[in-house]
């Protein structure tokens, strides 16, 4: 949520009148169900984009119904089905808007780098020389800072009336977010005030709105079932 910010900043919300859904997929580590393909294609559509400017590579679906359906149907993987393919569209859409290069959108040395990077460490109070910069499995750079600063972001985020279209994405649409059986789309659909996004690696952070307190989880093995039952144990 923290990089699909500059959405809101930019003004590309109203300029592609994206829905809340469709800023949620944005924001979203999807299953790639039919719902969450075709949300990304109305944005690519809306953008003047296509698939094939998506850089991330084609992956088997998290979603079981759709694993199933391509097998009987006989169809390959797409890019649209890897979980991160709506972060993908909004990064094409900021490149668009901020003239840099949308056929390399995934390199380190394109500006987009610099400009995802200084909106993250802005809202996570981080020093820039601080963070460190890898290569997220999506093929985007990855910004890791520590637990507390990414808690900090995720609290200025989401208590910042300017942001309030991504609070309201994450509430109305928990399974877009993630999907059915997900941790953090089945923690936002059991209440009304939290708002929850797992990250890889073992990760996943909470939000209580009335309290505006975070809370972080982090498993050291990355265990996503540990993930669940500590973050469940905790809340």
Known sequence: PMQASPLIDLSLDKKYQLTLEEIAVCCASHTGNISHQNIIRQILKK?????????????EPLSRKEQERLIKENLPSLKIHNNCSGKHSAMLMICKEKGFD????NNMANP???????Q????????INDVIISKDGCGLPVIATTLEELGRGFLNLFTDKKYEKIKNAFLNNPYIIGGENRLDSE???SSHNIIAKVGAC????????EKEECLVVKIADSNMEARSIVTIDSL
């Open 120 to 127: 993250v460490c802005n809202l996570c109070s981080a020093d």
């Open 47 to 59: 953008a003047g984009f296509s698939e094939n400017d998506l850089l991330c590579l084609p992956h």
């Open 102 to 105: 949308t056929s390399n959108y």
């Open 112 to 118: 987009l780098t610099d400009y995802i990077l200084k």
């Open 187 to 189: 923690i936002i659909n």
């Open 202 to 209: 073992g990760l996943c952070v909470v939000v209580n709105l």
